[in-house]
């Protein structure tokens, strides 16, 4: 593999990929690093009914790869490899994998955020079988259904409100005596006739059969526990963005998120930020593909001025 390109692209998401495309289709020599398989996070999705194009829906891996197929229809290389280190404050950038060091004239960074689990028992187990992470995703499996959502911040109150609409019952379960959650909810959740909210409580184990069956759950002051039956838990206690290999060199706000706006020009010449792992109000698999093609856009933009 020739070692100096145009673009390379750490993470093969969505946000990746479609820069991929539009970068390979616009004539760069284009290489995507990524260290699992393509699609991230969307792959262990198994149905995606958000994503226009696809009236049936189509699951997270298959789209991955379809991702891929198109970009590298264009002439895009893919190598599966971990990245270990970054050099991006030069002007050709040095990127160290398992598999060599690459260089490229401009980076896009697409290495996404993951959701934080609860760190129960049995937790990855059942990850699509009652336990999820993003209500905007997979709420519409429990219309007619009860649902718990455990947070205090903007997503959790978000995620319970939207959950409202289509479940029977929504429990809210949250640590504290009061919410995260900026002022603009509380007349929505008073509204919500079949949300109710647990106040000072965690989640101590997942209840289960082969799929969940309810939670185990304990009063932070009182340490009483009881049982609460729930057919589906949506986790929605923040996400930890994939940026640590960047850190001393991309700025970073205090979440974790590479500072980049609607441009995805991050501070640094020539280096670019898509997707999940970026400073955004929305993160779906629409929003990191938009990333993606105005990524190429300025990266196109930065390589003409520089050669």
């Known amino acids: 593999m020739a070692s ?118 049995g ?49 809210l379960i949250h640590r504290r005596d009061s919410l995260r959650a900026s002022k603009i909810y509380e007349q929505p959740l008073k509204q919500a006739d079949n949300l109710s909210i647990r106040w000072n409580t965690t989640v101590s184990q997942l209840l289960h059969g082969d799929r969940l069956t309810g939670l185990a759950l304990q009063d932070v002051q009182t340490g009483e526990t009881s049982d609460l039956t729930c057919d589906g838990v949506f986790v929605s206690i923040g996400r930890s963005p994939a940026s640590s290999l960047f850190q001393g060199q991309v700025t970073i706000d205090q979440a974790g998120y590479i500072q980049a706006d609607e441009s995805t020009r991050t501070n640094l010449p020539g280096v670019f930020a898509v997707g999940d792992v970026r400073t955004k109000p929305l993160r779906q698999i629409v929003t990191a593909v938009a990333d993606g093609a105005v990524a190429v856009h300025y990266a196109e933009e930065f390589l003409a001025q520089s050669h």
Do not use: H, W
């Open 123 to 171: 937790e990855q187990a059942l990850t699509g079988r009652g336990v999820n992470y993003c209500a905007a995703c997979d709420g519409m499996f429990y219309k007619g259904k009860s649902v718990a959502v455990v947070g205090g911040g903007n997503s959790a109150v978000a995620d319970a409100l939207l959950l409202s609409r289509v479940a029977e019952k929504v429990t």
């Open 4 to 121: 100096l390109y145009d673009l390379i692209i750490i993470g093969g998401g969505p946000g990746g990929y479609t820069a991929a495309l539009y970068g390979a289709r616009s004539g760069m020599s284009v290489l995507v690093l990524e260290k699992l398989s393509a699609g991230g996070q969307m792959g262990l999705t198994t149905q995606i009914d958000n994503y226009p194009g696809f009236p049936e829906g189509i699951d997270g891996f298959s789209l991955g790869q379809q991702m891929q197929q198109s970009a590298e229809r264009f002439g895009a290389k893919t190598l599966l490899a971990e990245v270990t280190e970054v050099s991006l404050q030069t002007p050709i950038k040095e990127i160290t994998t398992s598999e060599g060091t690459f260089q490229a004239r401009a980076v896009i960074l697409a290495t996404g955020a993951t959701p934080r689990m609860l760190g129960l028992e």
